[in-house]
Every structure is written in structure tokens, then in C-alpha cells.
């Protein structure tokens, strides 16, 4: 008798080496986002930088896709366009451009990073049951995720457009991801994957050639080696590996613990940055990433 979703946890005992890590190698590469910002912001405008990434990832899947000859799903194309315009354009649209116009990273990581509490509230919504102990555990990961991220927290650049950004792509990456476990949580990641990027593709374009003014031949895009390194590992680990993950980890366990992964993101983030660009961070911030580290695991074990 198979076990519903909902009841399963992401930390089993028993099962393979590659379900067990699965989740530690989600949070590793979905973590390299703020870094891609940091080296692909500064050579082209976010969205016209996010548009490339999504044309790069059809490039890349759909002739694999028709090699292969992955199954299209049937019925529910719909379902799963609308989520990957919530969780692709709607998240990362709002990010980027908020941190674009100004909005400092730390603040940003930390409005997006109360996904799972939202995550939690609606789980009803999708079937799904809250325990006590995980109402704890993320508890520790929103305050352990703040204190990670305090000394990087600036007022400078902050308006309430930047805030309204992030508040969107809030809602956005919480309402995608309820939305793809209630109406499409199994699908063939081949072909899903290259539906909603083709849905992020046609909300994104127009909102480029509006606001940024996009045209070819793209000379508002500097090729630098650095933007080209960023695209590059936007669309293999990014786009292509961390969403795969992601989707796979939303078909195996509750909404509620995958999003509970989302608050090792700061901590992990602020380990690279500090390694990649010699930033510093306190004992708050460590304190911060062991109080994150215990939250999830309060969250996510059986």
C-alpha cells in the first residue's frame, strides 16, 4: 500500500543514498540564486536576464524531449503552466527586479523566507496536517533565518516598491507551490518542465520589452565572461536542476517540508558568499544557521 504525501517525510530510514540527499543537494544548488544575481544583475536588466534563462532551458530540454519522446501530459496543461508562471516568473521576477531597484539581498531573503509559514497556514487547503513539533521547527527556521541575515539588513534603497516586489513573489512562490501539489503533483518532468517555462516565456517577454525595452539585438545585455558563467548556470543548475529536484521532492513529501528546505538558503548562501567574496559573518549569524538547521529538522523528520 503506497503512502500519501502528505504522511511521508523527507528523511526516511531505509531508503536510497540519492532520495536521502536529495534535499541537501536541493538547498545547495537552489542557495546559488542570490550568487547568480550577484554576477548576472549588473550586465542586464532582470528580466531581460530571466528571459534568457527561460529561451536557454527550451534550447537545452526540447530536443531531448522530442529524442526521447517524453510523454506530454494530458488534461493538465493549464494546471501546470499556471504554476510555473507563479513559481518561475512570479518569484523570481519579483526578486530580482526588487533587488534590481535597490532592495538589499538580506531583507529580501528574508521576506521570501516566510514561505513556509505561509506554506503551513494553507496546508488544509491541499490536504495536508501541521503537527505541533513542525509549528516549532519553523519558528526556529524564521529566527534563525533573521539572524543570519540581520547584520546584512539595510534601509537603504528600501520603497514600497521594492517591498511590494517581494511581497509578490512571496505569495507567489507560496500560492505556485500549493497550487502544483492540489492540481498537478505528478507529471513528467521532461515535458512540464518545458511547459512552464514556455508560460514564464510569454508573461515574461512583453513585461521586458515594456519596462526594460528589450529589442534584438540585445544591447542592453553586456556579454561579459562573468553574466555569460551566471546564464549559463542559471539555465543547467538552476532552472533545469534545482526545479527538477524541487518538483520531484513536491511528488514525494508535504508542501509544509519542502518549503521548510527554504530557510537553509540564507545560511547556506551567506557560507558561499563568504568563501566566493570574502563577506564576513558574525557568531549571530552562525548561531542563525544551527537554530535554521534544527527548525528544519523538527520539520522534516518522521
Not at 534590481?100 to 516566510?114: D, E, F, Q, R, T
Not at 511581497?167 to 507551490?177: D, K, N, Q, R, Y
Not at 534584438?216 to 546564464?231: K, Q, S
Not at 538552476?238 to 513529501?253: Q, V
Request: aromatic share 10%; proline share 6%; with cysteine.
Amino acid at each position: 500500500m503506497s503512502v500519501p504525501a502528505s504522511s511521508r517525510s523527507l528523511l526516511q530510514p531505509g531508503q536510497s543514498p540519492w532520495l536521502s540527499a536529495m534535499p541537501f543537494v536541493f538547498v545547495v544548488i537552489w542557495s546559488t540564486g542570490f550568487i547568480v544575481a550577484k554576477f548576472g544583475l549588473p550586465y542586464a536588466e532582470p528580466l531581460t536576464f530571466l528571459l534568457l534563462r527561460f529561451v536557454g532551458v527550451l534550447i537545452v530540454l526540447l530536443p531531448l524531449v522530442l529524442i526521447m519522446r517524453a510523454p506530454w501530459p494530458k488534461g493538465r496543461m493549464g494546471h501546470i503552466a499556471i504554476a510555473g508562471i507563479l513559481v518561475q516568473a512570479g518569484y523570481l521576477g519579483g526578486v530580482w527586479c526588487a533587488i534590481k531597484l535597490g532592495m538589499p539581498a538580506g531583507l529580501s531573503a528574508l521576506i521570501v523566507g516566510m514561505q513556509p509559514i505561509l506554506t503551513a497556514f494553507a496546508a488544509p487547503l491541499v490536504g495536508e496536517s501541521v503537527r505541533g513539533r513542525q509549528w516549532v521547527g519553523l519558528g526556529f527556521g524564521i529566527c534563525g533565518v533573521g539572524l543570519v541575515v540581520a547584520n546584512k539588513i539595510s534601509l537603504i534603497g528600501l520603497s514600497w516598491q521594492t517591498i511590494m516586489l517581494c511581497v509578490f513573489a512571496l505569495l507567489s512562490i507560496t500560492v505556485g507551490t500549493l497550487y502544483q501539489k492540489r492540481y498537478c503533483a505528478s507529471f513528467d518532468l521532461r515535458t512540464g518542465t518545458i511547459i512552464q517555462f514556455a508560460a514564464s516565456i510569454v508573461v515574461v517577454l512583453p513585461l521586458a520589452i515594456a519596462f526594460e525595452g528589450l529589442s534584438l539585438p540585445l544591447e542592453t545585455v553586456a556579454w561579459t565572461p562573468e553574466f555569460i558563467g551566471a546564464l549559463l548556470w542559471s539555465i543547467f543548475a538552476l532552472s533545469i536542476g534545482a526545479i527538477f529536484l524541487l518538483f520531484a521532492l513536491i511528488r514525494k513529501s508535504a508542501a509544509t517540508q519542502v518549503t521548510s528546505l527554504l530557510y537553509l538558503t540564507p545560511p547556506t548562501t551567506a557560507v558561499m558568499a563568504w568563501v566566493m567574496f570574502g563577506e564576513a559573518f558574525s557568531m549571530v549569524g552562525i548561531a542563525g544557521m544551527v537554530l535554521a538547521v534544527v527548525g528544519v529538522a523538527l520539520v522534516v523528520r518522521k
